[in-house]
T-cell receptor, first 117, second 112 residues
Framework: GESVGLHLPTLSVQEGDNSIINCAYS??????FIWYKQESGKGPQFIID?????DKRQGQRVTVLLNKTVKHLSLQIAATQPGDSAVYFC????????????????FGQGTILTVHP | NAGVTQTPKFRVLKTGQSMTLLCAQD?????MYWYRQDPGMGLRLIHY???????AKGEVPDGYNVSRLKKQNFLLGLESAAPSQTSVYFC???????????FGPGTRLTVT
């Protein structure tokens, strides 16, 4: 079946730099995308979401970009801090042919972000 | 407001034993989900519920059963545990189909 995937499994940055985490998806029927942050030993924590009728959405220090033409999703973190070190997952919510969605998310494998002081 | 809570936090089972994992949410969410997460992997959906009294299969439902007798609770059962079910189990809830899912802290299950 179709699934979400990530280009880079690990990303190391210096404190203060901007980070970009990428995600590719293959299902054109997906209409809702979410980024989660997971720290060691904890459950995933919501960061930001975007619906397919948008190209960009901004939050506090984070921006998600959606390129439906190439089926690509990215998470940008501005002024990355050591507390941002975690595994980041993208997830897609797929609708069926009739447009019905039950909130079933398909997760990517995750990217490990390490921020060096 | 506790959000999503899971009981227990840790459990060790022997092959063939049974157990039930409890998930509770106090946000009045309609949708609830059970996922498993294996080392180095993303989360995979086991079962989900779109409302009290309803359940449906997810991506990896075999070996698990669920019940949603009350809106705030979603139970995940293992009738005969197998080593392949060693994993971290996460429960989540959401307001609706295209809304963020809130996750619990997880239950680490080991089957020997």
């Amino acid at each position: 079946g179709e699934s979400v995937g990530l280009h880079l499994p690990t990303l190391s940055v210096q404190e203060g730099d901007n980070s970009i985490i990428n995600c590719a998806y293959s299902n054109s029927a997906s209409d809702y995308f979410i980024w989660y942050k997971q720290e060691s030993g904890k459950g995933p924590q919501f960061i930001i979401d975007i619906r397919s009728n948008m190209d960009k959405r901004q939050g506090q220090r984070v921006t998600v970009l959606l390129n439906k033409t190439v089926k690509h999703l990215s998470l940008q973190i501005a002024a990355t801090q050591p507390g941002d070190s975690a595994v980041y997952f993208c997830a897609e919510n797929m609708s069926d042919a009739g447009g019905t969605s039950y909130g079933k998310l398909t997760f990517g494998q995750g990217t490990i972000l390490t921020v060096h002081p | 407001n506790a959000g999503v809570t899971q009981t227990p936090k840790f459990r060790v089972l022997k092959t063939g034993q049974s157990m039930t994992l409890l998930c509770a949410q106090d946000m009045n969410h309609e949708y609830m989900y059970w996922y498993r997460q294996d080392p180095g992997m993303g989360l995979r959906l086991i079962h989900y519920s779109v409302g009290e009294g309803t359940t449906a299969k997810g991506e990896v439902p075999d070996g698990y059963n669920v019940s949603r007798l009350k809106k705030q609770n979603f139970l995940l059962g293992l009738e005969s545990a197998a080593p392949s079910q060693t994993s971290v189990y996460f429960c989540a809830s959401s307001y609706g189909k295209r809304y963020e899912q809130y996750f619990g802290p997880g239950t680490r299950l080991t089957v020997t």
